[in-house]
Nanobody
Framework: QVQLVESGGGLVQAGGSLRLSCAASGRTFSSYYMGWFRQAPGKEREFVATIRWVGGVIYSYYADSVKGRFTISRDNAKNTAYLQMNSLKPEDTAVYYC?????????????????WGQGTQVTVSS
C-alpha cells in the first residue's frame, strides 16, 4: 500500500520559516516527480514545487510565487521529500499536499499526480 505522509506544518509569523517533510512508503519513488501543492479555502489546488532525480541529476521546478523563498529537496535513501519555506507571507497560508507522479509531462498539473498525502496546514499570521 502506497502512502505519503506529510509533517511539519503549523502556525508561524510572517517572515518566518517552516520545513515540511513527506515520507513515502509502499514503493520507491526515486525516479518519480515528488511535488508539493497547496490549497487555500475557496481556491483551486495550486502547484508549489516539484523535484525529480534521474541518473544523479536533480531537476527541480517552482511556482513563480515561491521562487527564491522555498526550496524543495529529497533524500532517496529515506524515500522522503522536503520543502523548506522561508520568508513566509500570509498569502502562503493553505493546506500543503505532497504528491508523486511517474512520467515527465505536466509536472505542475495536480491532475497528473497519482499519489497524495493527507495534507498539512500552514498558517502564516501577519
Amino acid at each position: 500500500q502506497v502512502q505519503l505522509v506529510e509533517s511539519g506544518g503549523g502556525l508561524v509569523q510572517a517572515g518566518g520559516s517552516l520545513r515540511l517533510s513527506c515520507a513515502a512508503s509502499g514503493r520507491t519513488f526515486s525516479s518519480y516527480y515528488m511535488g508539493w501543492f497547496r490549497q487555500a479555502p475557496g481556491k483551486e489546488r495550486e502547484f508549489v514545487a516539484t523535484i525529480r532525480w534521474v541518473g544523479g541529476v536533480i531537476y527541480s521546478y517552482y511556482a513563480d510565487s515561491v521562487k527564491g523563498r522555498f526550496t524543495i529537496s529529497r533524500d532517496n535513501a529515506k524515500n522522503t521529500a522536503y520543502l523548506q519555506m522561508n520568508s513566509l507571507k500570509p498569502e502562503d497560508t493553505a493546506v500543503y499536499y505532497c504528491a508523486a507522479k511517474a512520467g515527465v509531462d505536466l509536472y505542475n498539473d495536480y491532475r497528473r499526480y497519482n499519489y497524495w498525502g493527507q495534507g498539512t496546514q500552514v498558517t502564516v499570521s501577519s
